[in-house]
């Protein structure tokens, strides 16, 4: 049975920094392409960053440069590390492999 459950969301200043953990089961996060995405309330789900198989990682405009996607083969978990965090990054996030997905965590949160 795969399984993708996410943890680490909580409540952060804003400019603050927050990382994100998605522990997969089932499945090697190493054979897929794994990613992050986030709904924030009222908005449409969008991807904020992704990693291959390969290593190769893609990110979303608005976040780039302030957010990094990591693979850990040996815990089979992937994470996101959230920097320079503003108000907009507020939403649930998802870690995600067609076609499946967790059930989210509750991203940063202002304080």
């Known amino acids: 049975q795969v399984q993708l459950v996410e943890s680490g969301g909580g409540l952060v200043q804003a400019g603050g920094s927050l990382r994100l953990s998605c522990q997969v089961s089932?499945?090697?996060?190493?054979?897929?392409?794994m990613s992050w995405y986030r709904q924030a309330p009222e908005k449409q789900r969008e991807m904020v960053a992704s990693?291959?198989?390969?290593?190769?990682?893609d990110y979303a405009d608005s976040v780039k440069d302030r957010v990094t996607i990591s693979r850990d083969s040996d815990k089979n978990t992937i994470s996101l590390e959230m920097n320079n965090l503003k108000t907009g990054a507020t939403a649930v996030y998802y870690c995600k492999t067609f076609p499946l997905r967790g059930q989210g965590t509750q991203g940063p949160v202002s304080s």
């Open positions: 089932g499945i090697l996060v190493r054979s897929r392409t």
């Open positions: 990693v291959t198989w390969s290593g190769t990682t």
